[in-house]
T-cell receptor, first 112, second 111 residues
């Protein structure tokens, strides 16, 4: 069964450092997403990506964040100058148009 | 006000009981998803609905578009069903594929 894979599963970083979270979406999907879930809170939308560009982003997705599809398979989320409040579980997801959304297992980011 | 509301927030039941989790939403949608999140954090999509009813094993999901309400039912519940169940909606406007999530219902099934 196809799946979305994320690496690493857990990342610890010092405040102010840059982190890159990596994802391999399902190969024939067209939409890619990043969501995050702060501990104890609901899942929040960060950004969607379609046709090699951002199709929508939330208020959370400010200049600190960027996404990239550097090749035909990877989809990355970069967080520049991490803050304590960036600590969360980050989920990558992908879907076809109007289709099921498939989620990766998440990357738990801890900023210390 | 949250666009997606779930009830109850927490539910504890005995093994074998019939479980119902409710979801109400306030926006126009093209689809509603039910998702399962286990303690490790991973999210699994259970159902995607735009009308009517779907069944998969012991799980049944229904939606009433006019009332903006959906339910997830679990028959013959089992301790392995213990998880957080999340309702999420996709808005109606074309090209807006993002999901808006409810806060989840934490289900605990006691043997």
């Amino acid at each position: 069964e196809p799946e979305v894979t994320q690496t690493p599963s857990h990342q610890v970083t010092q405040m102010g450092q840059e982190v890159i979270l990596r994802c391999v979406p399902i190969s024939n999907h067209l939409y890619f997403y990043w969501y995050r879930q702060i501990l104890g809170q609901k899942v929040e939308f960060l950004v969607s990506f379609y046709n090699n560009e951002i199709s929508e982003k939330s208020e959370i997705f400010d200049d600190q964040f960027s996404v990239e599809r550097p090749d035909g398979s990877n989809f990355t989320l970069k967080i520049r100058s991490t803050k304590l409040e960036d600590s969360a579980m980050y989920f990558c997801a992908s879907s076809r148009i109007a289709g099921f959304t498939f989620f990766g297992q998440g990357t738990r980011l801890t900023v210390v | 006000k949250n666009e997606v509301e779930q009830s109850p927030q927490n539910l504890t039941a005995q093994e074998g009981e019939f479980i119902t989790i409710n979801c109400s939403y306030s926006v126009g949608i093209s689809a509603l998803h039910w998702l399962q999140q286990h303690p490790g954090g991973g999210i699994v999509s259970l159902f995607m609905l735009s009308s009517g009813k779907k069944k998969h094993g012991r799980l049944i999901a229904t939606i009433n578009i006019q009332e903006k309400h959906s339910s997830l039912h679990i028959t013959a519940s089992h301790p392995r069903d213990s998880a957080v169940y999340i309702c999420a909606v996709r808005a109606t406007n074309f090209g807006n594929e993002k999901l808006t999530f409810g806060t989840g219902t934490r289900l605990t099934i006691i043997p």
